[in-house]
């Protein structure tokens, strides 16, 4: 599976982006969804995660209650929408494809995702 990120940009403190993940192939809903990032200088980091069928989620406890990721299925697409963005949040967004994961399950380890889109960036000027 092919994996193409996009959305990201330059926005100010308390500004809001969704951030988009088109996956290529037949089998995107076999496949749980997760978002990294990664800031330089920065290990790549867990961002927020959706289960193949999307009733399951998972965030990191830094972007809970300011983060949602959705999933349509129909479109082969996963979203990120990010709102009241702080500078902390900037990095670069990757999203990625698990497939060996139950319908009801994600990982938050990015050693378990197979597939990875070339990333996005996302910059929050204070």
């Known amino acids: 599976v092919q994996l193409q990120a996009s959305g990201g940009g330059l926005v100010q403190t308390g500004d809001s982006l969704r951030l988009s993940c088109a996956a290529s192939?037949?089998?995107?809903?076999?496949?749980?969804m997760g978002w990294f990032r990664q800031a330089p200088g920065k290990e790549r980091e867990f961002v927020a995660a959706?289960?193949?069928?999307?009733?399951?989620?998972g965030y990191a406890d830094s972007v809970k209650g300011r983060f949602t990721v959705t999933r349509d299925n129909d479109k082969n697409t996963v979203y990120l929408q990010m709102d009241n963005l702080k500078p902390e949040d900037a990095a670069v967004y990757y999203c990625a494809a698990d497939p060996g994961r139950s319908r009801w399950d994600i990982s938050r380890i990015a050693a378990e995702y197979a597939y990875w889109g070339q990333g996005t960036q996302v910059t929050v000027s204070s």
């Open positions: 192939g037949p089998t995107f809903s076999s496949y749980a």
């Open positions: 959706v289960s193949r069928g999307g009733g399951i989620t």
